[in-house]
């Protein structure tokens, strides 16, 4: 009797163990950061709540049990969630090369966060553009056209003077000097892309370029990284800017600094003797690439950015000569902002033609499939080692590299 007892009641304890393994293995699981998002039908316009659409929090399996569901086990993600999404300055030829530099986002890294798209155009994006562009990614996508008002000629300028300014660029064959457009996206990514409608309810944003290559695995979410640290401002790649398109964009960046000192940021951290090989006597040129950054939008919508822009546009050198937003970037975040707010994206593996971004570090090239040979880094047309002058640990030790990125990590 005791023996069958015993029996049965192993039996009921095996029984209970399968079902609780088949429980395990089957029932579906809710994380309290997973985003519970359905692909869209087609491409959607804006939508201004867009970060309030995820269900973030934990939902109970029976709906109308929802009020008495465990909240204590599953927590709802930190109220200080970043908005961000990944801006793209781009015309509808540029469809194909969008493609491959989002399928490749996708793949490296946003598939794991669905964060948003915003592509921006001075023309209205075609249907095709905007169904190939949506069908690669389950995030929200957001087609915006720019006006006029931020793509045009502002009227303190001569358009007369301006085009035979283009024309004795382009005969000096200064690269992109006879190119109208190209003045006008470098004066739209200088002054306005951070003003446009579409960006209104976002902090962060990671810039985009058609035809670019990302090589290596990004697991940890960098926007929430970049906020939670306070950095204002990400690149990978740096060199010195052509002189001959930006004669007296040092002498307009001096007098501003003359006129608000208040805005310069001078001392242990200053970032300003990266600007200059001579006692700020001339620019040297270094700038960061700026065709790859993330960054703070509320930095460029700062009073002191704002001020720094409407200074260098109302001396004309967007149109008369050929200032681009890569060293107006530059020299806005060497001049206000510290060591400590600017990051090199040192993990990211990128190429925009003919430079490429490899980290060279073993640990870091466990992620990656470019060729560390390939590094653009420590050539000599290259900003890094001036860089290194002034900030010796800008590259992350693999030690500070995992206790950074840790808490952000999938």
Same mark, same amino acid.
């Given at each position: 009797m005791f023996k069958? =007892?015993?029996? /049965?009641?192993?039996?009921i304890i095996t029984a209970l163990?399968? +079902?609780? +393994? @088949?429980?395990?293995?089957? +029932?579906? &699981?809710?994380?309290?950061? &997973?985003? =519970? =998002? &359905? $692909?869209?039908?087609?491409? *959607?316009?804006?939508?201004?709540?867009?970060?309030?659409?995820d269900e973030l929090y934990y939902q109970a399996a029976d709906e109308q049990d929802l009020n008495t569901a465990k909240l204590s086990i599953h927590q709802a993600p930190p109220s200080n969630k970043?908005?961000?999404?990944f801006v793209i300055l781009a015309r509808n030829s540029d469809l194909q090369g969008i493609r491959q530099s989002i399928r490749q986002l996708e793949d490296r890294f946003n598939r794991h966060f669905n964060y948003p798209y915003v592509f921006l155009n001075e023309e209205n994006f075609t249907n095709e553009f905007k169904q190939k562009t949506s069908d690669l990614t389950n995030a929200q996508t957001l087609?915006? %056209?720019?006006?006029?008002?931020?793509?045009?000629?502002?009227?303190?300028?001569? $358009?007369? %003077?301006?085009?035979?300014? =283009? %024309?004795?660029? $382009?005969?000096?064959? @200064?690269?992109?000097g006879g190119s109208e457009s190209y003045r006008h996206m470098c004066r739209f990514q200088s002054g306005f892309f951070f003003r446009h409608p579409l960006l209104d309810d976002f902090e962060y944003y990671w810039r985009v370029e058609p035809n670019v290559q990302y090589f290596c695995d990004i697991d940890y979410d960098v926007f929430q990284m970049m906020k939670d640290n306070d950095f204002k401002y990400g690149w990978t790649l740096s060199l010195t800017e052509y002189m001959s398109t930006i004669p007296t964009l040092w002498s307009a960046a001096q007098e501003f600094m003359t006129n608000f000192p208040e805005y310069i940021n001078r001392g242990e951290e200053s970032l300003l003797p990266w600007l200059t090989d001579n006692n700020y006597a001339d620019y040297n040129g270094c700038h960061f690439w700026s065709n790859f950054e993330i960054g703070s939008l509320d930095f460029f919508r700062s009073e002191r950015y704002l001020k720094f822009f409407e200074h260098l546009d109302s001396k004309g050198g967007f149109f008369y000569e050929r200032w681009g937003d890569a060293p107006v970037h530059s020299l806005? *975040?060497? @001049?206000? +902002?510290?060591?400590?707010? *600017?990051? /090199? /994206?040192?993990? @990211?593996?990128?190429?925009?033609?003919p430079l490429t971004h490899c980290p060279i570090e073993p640990w870091a090239q466990r992620k990656c499939w470019c060729d560390e040979k390939s590094n653009f880094d420590w050539t000599g047309w290259s900003c890094a080692t001036r860089y290194r002058k002034i900030h010796e640990d800008f590259a992350w030790s693999e030690s500070v590299y995992r206790n950074k990125t840790d808490p952000y990590r999938i």
């Open positions: 069958r =007892r015993q029996a /049965f009641n192993f039996q163990a399968l +079902l609780g +393994l @088949i429980a395990y293995l089957f +029932l579906p &699981t809710t994380s309290p950061y &997973t985003r =519970r =998002r &359905t $692909q869209p039908s087609s491409a *959607v316009e804006a939508d201004d709540d867009w970060y309030d659409n970043v908005k961000a999404a087609y915006g %056209k720019i006006e006029s008002d931020m793509w045009g000629y502002p009227p303190h300028i001569n $358009q007369t %003077k301006a085009a035979e300014c =283009r %024309k004795e660029m $382009q005969e000096k064959n @200064i690269i992109y806005a *975040v060497a @001049i206000m +902002l510290k060591t400590s707010e *600017v990051h /090199f /994206f040192n993990d @990211i593996g990128y190429k925009h033609n």
